[in-house]
């Protein structure tokens, strides 16, 4: 409950916060350089006298919208290979669980870190840097994380295949995609939701790292790993720069993580973790 | 045994073909070509750009290009690093130890933190022991590696000024001293990343064992007379481990990702910031070697958690 709170606060204040707090996020002043928090900017302000608060929220949208993207791919993708597997048995299932057991052992970091540094320049010239960027990295980001979601829900097919309401179904003569789509697939979503939770969190940290690693969004892009990035030359001096992002991720990943514990234990009883 | 050794080992072959087969997918579609350098200087005429790309087979099929790039990778001749001026395989061997180092010391830690609070925390399950780990861990679990890290750095570095913040390979003091600059230097960052893993391994050792002690040969070894100690240690852990290593095997990848950023933060001159160094420099030969080289070492990793496996749960190898 009180990770829903904190997440409810922090998605609001990153929603709706811009209309309040109406500072430009690269307004430049060279007058407030690296200050402190104060009223006239509660986090503070970066090198450029930069106010941090406005940056920051404007960087929760970011982070916020990868980690829900990227989750729905996953998500999506997961779903659909996992029903296929599960519905088709034999041959088609095993090609498919072996490239879901292929993509588990791939490093995960290093491709995402090779495939942005393969295609941006092309992305970017398609659709813009912001865009191109943030398909880029949501697409590879969701791309990397369907695997779980995939074998949950091939195991779960695999028992509501076999159950009476799925037979009594096949009986009255549905075809196979029609038993599939009303009748197993909103049975098996169960876990998927759970799963989906943590795939927000991990898509979140994923991007914040890529940020964090500078090789992110554009640098005038402030997302919450950017910041964090920008801030790590400066942490003798300016302590709150670094301690305002690292704070704000590290608080959404907990309350979404708590969330989907909450979530698992709501929707299986039994297990114990 | 052996048999399930050697099956292990048979299907490294296949993992290993299969993430090259990725990994070559990712670069033939790849935007860009290596040769756009040459196309843009008008001092190389056009068919000299034509000879070059007959002698190096950039026109052949893509299949034959695949095999041909698989042979050279597997033999290890994996090019000339643009932006260092020396071989990419003399480069990686130069840092492979120290992210080798780092990644060892760091899953021990993770071990050493793991196993007995997981165990102390199911034996006393709601405890205020367990209820404490439990939070620490999944605080540990939400914190991402560059913020503990940053974390850290910011506490005993800048704070209480005792551990330094940048790696160093190049320790000038010698013998007990040198042990301990080294030491003293690796704190953090080993800390960081074993900490990173400890954390969710104490999740899975605690519901493992929670799984296992509820079951009714652990009744019949406390009826037996059996000392707690021993009931938990040499009947209960033994059979927790066998779904702990699962799980751990699928997360090890994860330490790889871990590893990149920890580098990056303490600036540990290993492959992970070399990774990064060589992508900020547009170094194509020197990233692709280090994504297959970090692929390879996660394969590795899979065949030691089988063999692991087969000899935790001897009905696995016999089957």
């Given amino acids: 409950m009180a990770g829903a709170v904190i997440l ?47 940056r920051m929220l404007y960087g929760g949208r970011i982070s916020l919208a990868v980690g829900i993207a990227a ?79 995939a074998r949950l829900v091939r195991a779960q097919f695999f028992s509501l295949r076999e159950k009476e309401f799925v037979e009594a179904a096949r009986a009255l003569g549905a075809t196979t995609t029609r038993t599939v789509t ?41 997302t919450w790993g950017r910041i964090l990035y920008d801030a790590k030359d400066y942490m003798d001096i300016a302590t709150h720069w670094a301690l305002f992002p690292g704070a704000a991720i590290f608080l959404t990943v907990l309350s979404i993580t708590y969330i989907g514990d909450g979530l698992r234990d709501a929707l299986d009883p039994r297990q114990v973790l | 045994m052996s048999r399930y050794l050697l099956k292990s080992l048979l299907y490294v072959i296949p993992s290993v073909i299969g993430i090259s087969i990725v990994l070559f997918t990712v670069l033939a579609l790849a935007p860009g ?29 893509i299949a034959l290009r695949y095999v041909r790039w698989f042979g050279a990778m597997v033999q290890g001749d994996w090019g000339f690093s643009f932006a260092s001026r020396i071989n990419v395989d003399t480069l990686i061997l130069q840092r492979i130890p120290v992210t080798l180092f780092v990644i060892g010391s760091s899953l021990l830690l993770a071990f050493l933190v793991a196993l ?93 064992v929670l799984d296992v002690i509820r079951l009714d040969y652990v009744t019949t070894a406390r009826s037996k007379g059996l000392a707690e100690r021993v009931v938990v240690v040499k009947h209960v852990v033994r059979n927790a481990m066998i779904p702990v290593v699962t799980l751990v095997g699928l997360q090890l990848p994860a330490i790889f990702g871990g590893a990149i950023v920890t580098e990056q933060i303490f600036r540990v001159p290993g492959i992970g910031s070399l990774l990064i160094a060589a992508i900020l420099a547009n170094d194509t030969p020197v990233i692709m070697a280090v994504t297959f080289v970090l692929s390879c070492l996660v394969i590795l990793i899979n065949l030691l958690t089988d063999i692991l496996y087969g000899w935790l749960d001897p009905r696995i190898s016999y089957r």
């Avoid at chain 1, 939770?197 to 640098?219: K, N, Q, R, W």
């Fill in chain 1, 8 to 54: 409810a606060l922090i998605a609001f204040l990153v929603l709706f916060g811009p209309l309040f707090w109406q500072v430009a996020i690269n307004e430049i002043d060279f007058t407030a350089r690296l200050k402190g928090p104060s009223w006239r900017h509660p986090f503070g302000t970066d090198d450029l006298g930069q106010d941090l608060f406005a």
């Fill in chain 1, 71 to 149: 989750m729905l791919i996953a998500v999506g993708v997961g779903t659909l290979v996992g029903a296929i597997a599960g519905i088709s048995r034999g041959r088609v299932d095993a090609v498919l669980m072996w490239f879901t057991a292929l993509f588990l052992s791939l490093p995960q970091l290093p491709l995402l870190l090779l495939m942005i540094y393969l295609f941006r320049d092309a992305l970017k010239s398609i659709a813009g840097p912001e865009v191109g960027m943030f398909v880029l990295i949501v697409a590879v980001i969701g791309g990397f994380r369907w695997m779980p979601v």
């Fill in chain 1, 182 to 222: 009303r009748h197993i697939l909103p049975n098996s979503l169960g876990p998927v939701i759970v799963a989906g939770t943590i795939d927000v969190a991990a898509a979140i940290i994923a991007e914040s790292t890529l940020s964090f690693l500078g090789l992110g969004f554009p640098p005038d892009i402030p």
């Fill in chain 2, 33 to 61: 070509d290596p040769f756009e350098e040459l196309a843009t200087n008008p001092a190389i005429p056009a068919e000299v750009r034509a000879n070059l790309r007959e002698k190096f087979g950039l026109d052949d099929p």
């Fill in chain 2, 116 to 208: 007995p609070v997981g165990v102390l925390a199911a034996t006393r399950p709601y405890s205020v022991f367990d209820q404490v780990a439990s939070t620490l861990a999944l605080m540990g679990f939400a914190l991402p590696t560059f913020c503990t890290g940053l974390l850290l750095i910011l506490v005993f570095s800048i704070y209480l000024d005792w551990l330094p913040f940048v790696y160093r390979a190049d320790i000038s003091a010698t013998g007990w001293r040198w042990y301990w600059e080294h030491f003293r230097q690796a704190i953090m960052p080993v800390a960081v990343l074993g900490f990173f893993q400890g954390a969710s391994w104490t999740r899975y050792v605690r519901s493992a």
